[in-house]
T-cell receptor, first 113, second 111 residues
Framework: EAEVAQSPRYKITEKSQAVAFWCDPI?????LYWYRQILGQGPELLVQ????????DSQLPKDRFSAERLKGVDSTLKIQPAELGDSAMYLC???????????FGDGTRLSIL | QQQVKQSPQSLIVQKGGISIINCAYE??????FPWYQQFPGKGPALLIA?????SEKKEGRFTISFNKSAKQFSLHIMDSQPGDSATYFC??????????FGQGTELSVKP
């Protein structure tokens, strides 16, 4: 079964540093999502792409977070500078289109020291 | 209005028993209701989903019951097994695609 690939699996960095996460969605999936999951809570959407275009980034802290999906396939989420409160699991999901089942990767566990 | 409220927060069930997790929503524009299963260190895995035009959907030991008028839906796990021990999330979205998740239920199935 096709999977959403994410890397790295774990990232430990100091506050004020830059950090980047990568996601490769299931082949053919036009819609890509980045979620943040704080321990003990459900995931919350940060940004949604349809092909290479941002559809919803209303919950993305744009002063420090950026996301891109240049060729409409894989995607990168960046944090610069990282803050202690950014420690969380960052999950990528993809779907064939709007209102279609979303499939998640195993995420990147970020720890800020 | 965008919230999905999930209960209980944690649940302990004996092997072979029935696990029941409940969710409630306010936004009547929601039209897709999936359930996800998450093991520690893993991403959420889609378990089963329902749309509001049906009141029940069953896949193996997993059943979703949906009450549109009450704006509630629930997950029933029949013949619960220790391997079902995980955190379960309900979610909802509208045609915009954004999933709104519940707070999660940590299920423990005792042998």
């Amino acid at each position: 079964e096709a999977e959403v690939a994410q890397s790295p699996r774990y990232k430990i960095t100091e506050k004020s540093q830059a950090v980047a996460f990568w996601c490769d969605p299931i082949s053919g999936h036009a819609t890509l999502y980045w979620y943040r999951q704080i321990l003990g809570q459900g995931p919350e959407l940060l940004v949604q792409f349809q092909d290479e275009s941002v559809v919803d980034d209303s919950q993305l802290p744009k002063d420090r977070f950026s996301a891109e999906r240049l060729k409409g396939v894989d995607s990168t989420l960046k944090i610069q500078p990282a803050e202690l409160g950014d420690s969380a699991m960052y999950l990528c999901a993809s779907s064939l289109g709007f209102n279609q089942p979303q499939h998640f990767g195993d995420g990147t566990r970020l720890s800020i020291l | 209005q965008q919230q999905v409220k999930q209960s209980p927060q944690s649940l302990i069930v004996q092997k072979g028993g029935i696990s029941i997790i409940n969710c409630a929503y306010e936004n009547t524009a929601f039209d897709y209701f999936p359930w996800y299963q998450q093991f520690p260190g893993k991403g959420p895995a889609l378990l089963i989903a329902i749309r509001p035009d049906v009141s029940e959907k069953k896949e193996g030991r997993f059943t979703i019951s949906f009450n549109k008028s009450a704006k509630q839906f629930s997950l029933h796990i029949m013949d619960s097994q220790p391997g079902d021990s995980a955190t379960y999330f309900c979610a909802a979205n509208n045609q915009g695609g954004k999933l709104i998740f519940g707070q999660g239920t940590e299920l423990s199935v005792k042998p």
